[in-house]
């Protein structure tokens, strides 16, 4: 047993990369973890993770040693679960994070649908305009709108999404519709300030990246509120595409310098190491991808530079 506990232990500090935090989430002490942490290393014989005051960095034989351990840790679990018939049936809770706007108009939805069909499980969603650790924060599920850094972190493609600039019809009347980006400094631009940072709009002009500096007349922290205000003629703002399709379609907006639009998205559903994964995780992903990438299909906005489609199937593994 006591071997046991140590695995957990030192399982827990790799993935939370801190002594304390393991501790948090094993409601351990300190104390407590770091005695595990060292009778491992005694029975190893060697150091598994090297420790300062301000730092903790695994070892290349904590490194070797980390997949065995959570191979274990696993199929201890599994055997448990399989005992009781409960190893393919999804129960307990899960959390699930994504962009607040794309939350509210695509995730919400499925995940009601998800919790229809496995009533033994239950669910927090939390809709969060930053891209959260999901091992430090606990969080089974995350949609992430952007290109991946390397991680540990498993990822199954359900889509993609443009960045456009629109405008509202009256707007584009009124003022005459820009030509170039640099038309862009003489007019009302509405700042998104999540896909405008440092007041920058970037754009592609014969296949090459450039950018253009503005001087927002008004900058809004909400896509929604951006969105509103354009719809309302007070300038041209950006949005991620499934933000605004239905107001491009109901004519509300329209695309502005949609030819110079930079490449598609991609759009994830991320998830930690696979040897970790749940039941009501897996069984989440399986539900989710599909229709997310349904939806994405419906809101899709394909711009002019882009020949292919805005959700192409893709099962290998934030912006806003």
């Not at 191979?71 to 679960?81: G, I, S």
């Not at 924060?137 to 995350?142: K, M, R, S, T, Y």
Request: proline share 6%; charged share 20%; aromatic share 4%.
């Amino acid at each position: 047993m006591d071997r046991l506990h140590e695995i957990e232990v030192f399982v827990a500090v790799a993935d939370a990369g801190s002594l304390a935090k393991a501790g948090e989430r094993l409601r351990l002490s300190p104390p407590a973890v770091t005695r595990a942490v060292s009778a491992l290393e005694d029975r190893l014989g060697a150091r598994v993770f090297n420790r300062t005051t301000r730092s903790l960095t695994i070892t290349d034989v904590g490194q070797r040693f980390l997949e065995s351990a959570r191979r274990v840790l696993t199929d201890l679990d599994t055997a448990a679960k399989e005992a009781v018939g409960e190893a393919a049936m999804p129960h307990g809770h899960l959390t699930i994070t994504a962009s607040v706007t794309f939350g509210r108009s695509a995730l919400a939805p499925v995940v009601c649908g998800f919790l229809d069909l496995h009533r033994r499980v239950t669910a927090s969603v939390l809709l969060l305009d930053r891209v959260v650790n999901l091992v430090e924060e606990g969080i089974d599920v995350a949609v992430r709108i952007g290109h991946l850094p390397d991680s540990n972190l498993i990822a199954r493609r359900v889509g993609a999404v443009h960045r456009l600039l629109v405008a509202s019809p009256d707007y584009l009347a009124g003022r005459g519709a820009p030509a170039s980006p640099a038309d862009l400094r003489r007019h009302s631009v509405i700042s998104f300030t999540a896909l405008m940072p440092n007041r920058e709009w970037r754009f592609l002009n014969g296949g090459k990246p450039g950018s253009v500096s503005l001087h927002p007349t008004l900058e809004i922290n909400d896509a929604v509120a951006a969105i509103q205000a354009a719809e309302m003629g007070h300038g041209i703002t950006i949005a991620l595409s499934y933000m605004v399709s239905n107001q491009i379609r109901a004519g509300t907006l329209a695309p502005v310098l949609d030819s110079f639009a930079l490449p598609p998205h991609p759009v994830h559903l991320v998830y930690p190491h696979a040897r970790l994964v749940a039941p009501n995780t897996r069984a989440f992903i399986d539900f989710a991808a599909p229709r997310l990438k349904t939806v994405l299909d419906q809101l899709a906005w394909k711009s002019a530079q882009d020949a292919t489609p805005a959700s192409s199937p893709d099962g290998s593994g934030n912006e806003s």
